[in-house]
């Protein structure tokens, strides 16, 4: 079965970096275009970046673009979020989605919370 498993979230102060990645398991990684997405409490959960099946486009939200960098590693069937010039807004659990054979798949989430 399809397994997303989220890891890297912490406590990071403003302006700090975070790594995070998303194992995936149970079909085949390098077929299928990846993304991340997050959810702030009170708020919708909210696409940030999306990355397709080489890695060879990718695709951002306005308020992280120049900051997060998404990529992905189909040899280890990983997907990343590098996320640097942390701030507080960006607080959230992030969650990694996959979409086979339409059907939509989500991790557990990993929290991030910048504070100083």
């Known amino acids: 079965q399809v397994q997303l498993v989220e890891s890297g979230g912490g406590l990071v102060q403003p302006g700090g970096s975070l790594r995070l990645s998303c194992a995936a398991s149970?079909?085949?990684?390098?077929?299928?275009?990846m993304s991340w997405y997050r959810q702030a409490p009170g708020k919708e959960r909210e696409l940030v970046a999306s990355?397709?099946?080489?890695?060879?486009?990718?695709n951002y939200a306005n308020s992280v673009k120049g900051r997060f960098t998404i990529s992905r590693d189909n040899a280890q069937n990983t997907v990343y979020l590098q996320m640097n010039s942390l701030k507080p807004e960006d607080t959230a659990v992030y969650y990694c989605k996959a979409v086979v054979f339409e059907v939509v798949y989500w991790g557990q989430g990993t929290q991030v919370t910048v504070s100083s």
């Open positions: 990355i397709t099946r080489t890695g060879g486009f990718t």
């Open positions: 149970g079909f085949t990684f390098s077929s299928y275009g």
